[in-house]
């Protein structure tokens, strides 16, 4: 543990954001601080799917919004709404995404655009808003939700990889600079997780019939590995608990974490035939689970 960052105390006196928080990752990471009594702001793109948690949790719920991540004034806003209600945040957990699937050669800007907007730029806003006062404070914790696909890339997810490529590269940058300020940062990378985010992903191909089978042998696999959501949320709270840097979460995401780090080669091949099993042909699926909405 860094000597200069203290252990966050997840209870009453924690007032913590959870971004994409509606379903998927998100709601089991908002559920699981809600038990620990942890007051909560949650966001998501999804407003009845929002509410809907809001009223299951309760009174813990001080502020809940409709917030595009990807939006810089609704995020200004939003941050402003929540330092009105509280100085500072305990704990940022951005975790809002999407996913998109296909190469360079198949992938239109406009996804380019969406998946950069939701997935690196929302999490830049959520820093660049709530950071500051939390450095302030001298006290808090930063969860950058990234992936799988933040340390090992995958042929066709382009933008995807990309996207989380960054996350982790920020993530990485923001526990040096933070840690002074008694802020820790961590960044997790989950696998393949029971989420929705291959059925609200975009999959590119040539054909658009090839696209959506490759999405539904995506799915099935997903649903064959029932990973849930709750072991990621588990993580998150450990993660901040013993401010850890780096957390793959499930088994394949360990595994091709330590390979890449070991065996390049051999993690680049054991992708190539994870992709395989999952769509039928040599296309990557994403491996990760977050909501897929922002």
């Known amino acids: 543990m860094s000597a200069t960052v203290e252990p966050l105390d997840l209870g ?5 954001l959870v971004t994409g928080a509606a379903s998927g990752i998100g709601k089991a990471t908002a559920l699981a601080l809600a038990k620990r009594g942890v007051r909560l702001v949650l966001c998501d793109r999804d407003a009845a799917r929002l509410d809907a948690l809001a009223a299951e949790i309760g009174p813990q719920v001080f ?3 409709a917030v595009d991540v990807s939006d810089r004034a609704a995020m200004k806003a939003f941050a402003d709404r929540v330092h009105a209600l509280v100085p500072a945040l305990g704990l940022l957990v951005n975790n809002a995404g999407v996913g998109a699937h296909g190469g360079l050669l198949e992938t239109p800007l406009e996804d380019w655009d969406w998946v950069l907007g939701v997935n690196l730029m929302g999490v830049i806003h959520g820093c660049h808003f709530f950071a500051p006062k939390m450095a302030a404070a001298r006290r808090g914790h930063i969860v950058n939700v990234s992936s799988t696909y933040g340390f090992i890339a995958g042929g066709d997810v382009a933008p995807y990889t990309t996207s989380k490529f960054a996350v982790f590269g920020l993530s990485e940058s923001l526990r040096a600079e933070l840690a002074p300020h ?3 940062v961590s960044t997790i990378c989950p ?3 029971a989420t929705n985010i291959i059925k609200t992903s975009r999959f590119r191909a040539g054909d658009p019939t090839e696209g959506e089978s490759r999405r539904a042998n995506a799915q099935r696999m997903f649903a064959g590995r029932n990973y849930p959501p709750e072991k990621v949320a588990d ?3 450990a993660a901040v608990a013993k ?7 499930a088994p394949e995401a360990w595994s091709l974490y ?8 051999l993690a680049a091949k054991a992708l190539r035939s994870f992709g395989d ?7 990557a699926p994403l491996p990760d689970g977050r909501h897929g909405r922002g």
């Open 243 to 249: 401010n850890k840097a780096v957390v793959p979460v």
């Open 12 to 16: 009453p006196q924690t007032t913590a």
């Open 63 to 65: 502020l809940h919004a």
């Open 182 to 184: 008694g802020v820790g």
């Open 277 to 283: 099993r999952a769509t039928a042909s040599p296309k």
């Open 235 to 237: 993580a998150i709270l």
């Open 191 to 193: 696998g393949m997780i």
């Open 258 to 265: 330590f390979l890449q780090r070991l065996a390049p080669g």
